[in-house]
């Protein structure tokens, strides 16, 4: 197999818990890489996964349209992972995932840029009617494609992996709390590991599939939101209850928290987004824009959650080893979960 050449690659967002991933592999395969970020010198971490001088953090905001055009210039690739969870002042949905992702996306084709990889979420399409999150994500998606009608866009569901926001807060809140919050039980989500979605995206860095498409990235399992709290209490060793709340309520209880300099899980807007099926359509696996269509094999939960979940076990790492005695101690209900033809 011939030797890919080496490119310098832009990637906004780079220093966050996926695109720490993806800077080690592009790394790996030799590109250079500007990780533009607003805080650089909180990414200085970044520059030990390459070569010295491989790899440069540089100061950029998507809200600053001189601050892209100067992050972008004379990039062969570029990427863009810059999302938030929740608005605070001028950082709106709409102002990072619309109007930043449309301001990346034209400053990227004018640059000359061979290739723009987006990152958006699963199931904003079908969410965005009642989300802003949502609907910023889904209009973003039409902004990049406008200005850059060949770039390939991502939609992962929740993903997991040793840093990931969902599973770790849940396993830090089992050890806190009694009772873990369970909104939209019977929502189906289909998880993916940050690994394999890393993977995706240097596929699509460096040219290897389809460009001007939206793949839906999950994993092999659909399991409902009641499921997944009930996996993390597995994997936790814990026998915490589940505290239904409705929507209603949990909105009324969200509604303080708003004015917290860095709201919880908890918000209205992920309330409403709790109560929408966030797993890949069928459309998107009839057609192979999916993981196991550009050749992916998906990884199970059962695989990763282990190596890092027990440390919210009681004590740690010595009662992980007790468990794995029993195999079947980090194995879901069957009857809680369904797997996927992907």
Known sequence: MDRIEPKLVTIFGGSGFVGTQIVQLLADKGHRIRVAV???????????????????????????????????????????????GYERGAQTFRAVHTEGAGLIAAAAKAAGAEALVHMSALGADQAAAVSAYASSKLEGEAAVLAAFPNAVIFRPSIMFGRDDSFFNLMGGLSRLFPALPLIGGDTRFQPVYVGDVAQAFAKAAEGELKTGRIYELGGPIVETHRALLQRILREAGRKNSLLTLSPGFAKVLAAPLAVLPFPPLLTADRVDLLGVDNVVSETAIKEKRTLAGIGIAPTSMDTILPTYMYRFRKHGQFDRDASLADPTSFKADPSHYEKVKI
């Open 38 to 84: 607003r805080r650089p010198d909180l990414a200085g971490h970044l520059k030990t996964l390459g070569m010295v001088g491989q790899i440069l953090p540089i100061q950029a905001n998507v809200r600053n349209q001189a601050s892209i055009v100067r992050a972008v210039a004379k990039a062969d690739i570029v990427i863009n992972l810059t999302g938030i």
